[in-house]
């Protein structure tokens, strides 16, 4: 039998055994390091190039790892075969996101999508086009707008009027959190002065107490339930859209971190189950079935018939996703301490709970029992706290599970609970393209948490040395779908390109290493995945999920990593993405 694949040339990486780093692919017989190159330092903190080796595929799985030039690899290279000579440029395991929406982000590609809008005026333009181009619209509907772009973090109606020729318009926030409605969408669902907040949300309100366009959390359903629906062909159109996005990036598996109706969005099981079935889904995806704050314990007869129904092809719905708490910049971050004024002076406020911690530890006890995965969405310190609590009380009652819970997001943790993720078996689930100053971060955040509770923030490597597992996502659309930009932030705890006061490291004794960053992208994505036995490392019988990068990244300066190409994605073998210049 002739191989289908075989890389040769170049260095790979591969899984540690303790699945937390990427370490150089040293074949069967060979030295510690391979040839050129050497492994990581006694203390982890250094990787330097490994040595170039060749990889055979046949029949979807990775069949031999040799070094280069090998008889081997030669006599299972047949004349059908491909031979893809990566002439020094990297092969790594296939890049899995954590925490991401792709239904959602690719019906916002195809809408009003204000996604990547470097500023205000863009956003404006780009909303000015796409009504001018659709006449006969009757909602303007899209995402993607970013809070720093307003004072206070909340836009006026007036101003979307003036784009939308007085049209009913509806736009969410990039984070999700909240949502711009025009004076026509605010009349269309009855919200004027006299209309109560939702227990979960907020209605921006003007002097007067009317709407001022804003709406934060649950009050974005009260406009989101009057846009009409997108179609199941459209959304199937997105999804394939969003695939080909996150493929073109090295992306081979994911966790959707919302599959359920959410903020107006339709369920996107229904279309996930039509590309898996149809072979449309080349990705590994497992669905978090979205847990309805609203219904209770009730649902979970509901989730379970979900969960059997949501299995088809590379697609399974194994996990439950819990919103426990907001966003900080909106201040329904669930805090142990209050937010802080302008002024700096303490408030009364402290965030949200959406589930009672109480039943947030009975609920998750159950849904521990029935083997779901729980997947937490919490931001503040009182949420995360309350999920690991949720998860203590699951194993006091239940035992020790292989469920793999998560909590992602962790923007503020108190330093008790950071050893607590190690003991409790709880996975760090970082979004880390966040971890950095930026106008969201230094305007909207640290004056509202004061400087003692800012210095709390994305602790990756506290939570890394406690000996805490690390998965990465990027929460796209919220931001860059692209993991070589969210590592680069690891690793630099600074954007790429940043100038000026963005760019000084955020708490820089919280950086991450490069290999344990594109540790977390693989085969700690890939653990809460439930795919670190089948994908994530480069050895004979795995599947051969990969990605070829335009370089070696460890051979480079660390400033560099966010430069660092896609050039092909394979999943099982087969091409899903190649660049013009492979």
């Not at 190039?49 to 081997?72: L, Y």
């Not at 314990?297 to 399974?316: C, P």
């Not at 960053?517 to 004979?540: F, K, R």
Request: hydrophobic share 45%; with cysteine; glycine share 12%.
């Amino acid at each position: 039998m002739h191989a289908d694949v075989v890389f040769t040339g170049g260095p790979a990486y591969t899984a540690d055994q303790a699945g937390r780093r990427l370490i150089p692919v040293v074949p069967a017989g060979a030295a510690s390091a391979a040839p050129g190159g050497s492994a990581a330092s006694a203390s982890g903190a250094a990787l330097l190039t490994a040595g170039p080796v060749d990889v055979a595929v046949e029949g979807g799985r990775i069949v031999a790892v040799e070094a280069a030039g090998s008889r081997r690899i030669r006599d299972l290279t047949g004349p059908a075969t491909e031979v893809i000579d990566l002439a020094g440029r990297a092969l790594l395991p296939g890049f899995q996101d954590a925490h991401v929406h792709p239904a959602f982000a690719g019906v916002t590609m195809a809408s009003c999508n204000l996604i990547g809008a470097a500023t205000l005026d863009e956003a404006l333009a780009r909303i000015r086009s796409y009504c001018e181009s659709r006449p006969g619209l009757a909602w303007i509907a899209g995402a993607g707008w970013r809070m720093e772009w307003f004072p206070g973090g909340t836009p006026g109606r007036e101003l979307l009027d003036q784009v939308t020729g007085g049209r009913p318009a509806f736009l969410i926030n990039r984070d999700v959190h909240g949502a711009w409605a025009s004076t026509r969408a605010l009349e269309l669902a009855g919200i004027d002065a006299r209309t109560p907040d939702p227990p979960d949300g907020r209605i921006e309100r003007d002097p007067g107490g009317g709407p001022q366009g804003s709406l934060h959390e649950g009050a974005v359903t009260l406009v989101a339930r009057h846009v009409p629906p997108v179609s199941v062909e459209d959304r199937l159109a997105g999804l394939l859209l969003a695939q080909a996005h996150l493929h073109a990036r090295g992306i081979t598996a994911w966790q959707d971190a919302i599959v359920g109706e959410y903020l107006g969005s339709a369920d996107p099981l229904p279309v996930y189950l039509a590309a898996a079935r149809s072979g449309q889904l080349t990705a590994r995806v497992r669905g978090a079935l979205w847990w309805d704050r609203h219904r209770g314990a009730g649902q979970i007869t509901d989730l379970l018939g979900r969960r059997e129904q949501g299995r088809a092809g590379r697609f399974s719905a194994g996990t439950v996703k819990i919103m426990q708490d907001g966003v900080a910049e909106n201040f329904t971050a669930g805090l142990i301490e209050p937010y802080q004024d302008a002024c700096g002076c303490q408030t009364a406020g402290t965030g949200l709970s959406y589930v009672d911690p109480a039943e947030l530890r009975e609920i998750v006890t159950r849904l521990d029992a029935e083997r779901f995965q729980v997947h937490f969405h919490a931001i503040g310190d009182r949420a995360v706290r309350e999920s690991l609590d949720a998860v203590e009380a699951a194993q006091a009652a239940n035992g020790a599970s292989e469920h793999r819970h998560h909590i992602a997001h962790l923007q503020l943790i108190h330093p008790a609970d950071v050893p607590r993720f190690s003991s409790l078996g709880v996975t760090a689930n970082m979004q880390a393209l966040w971890a950095a100053h930026e106008p969201q971060m230094d305007e909207l955040t640290i004056p509202f948490i004061g400087a003692r509770r800012a210095g709390r923030q994305y602790l990756f490597g506290d939570l890394l040395r406690s000996g805490a597992r690390l998965a990465a996502g990027s929460d796209w659309s919220v931001s860059s779908a692209n993991p070589l930009r969210a590592v680069h932030v690891a690793v630099n705890r600074a954007l790429p390109g940043a100038a000026g006061d963005e760019a000084e490291p955020f708490l820089p004794a919280q950086r991450l290493s490069l290999a344990e960053a594109l540790g977390a992208y693989t085969i700690g994505s890939a653990y809460v995945n439930h795919l670190d036995h089948e994908t994530a490392a480069i050895e004979p019988g795995r599947l051969a999920d990969l990605v070829v990068l335009d370089r070696d990244p460890f051979g480079r300066p660390a400033g560099e990593i966010a430069a660092t190409r896609v050039l092909a994605t394979y999943v099982e073998g087969e091409r899903v993405f190649a660049a013009a210049d492979l």
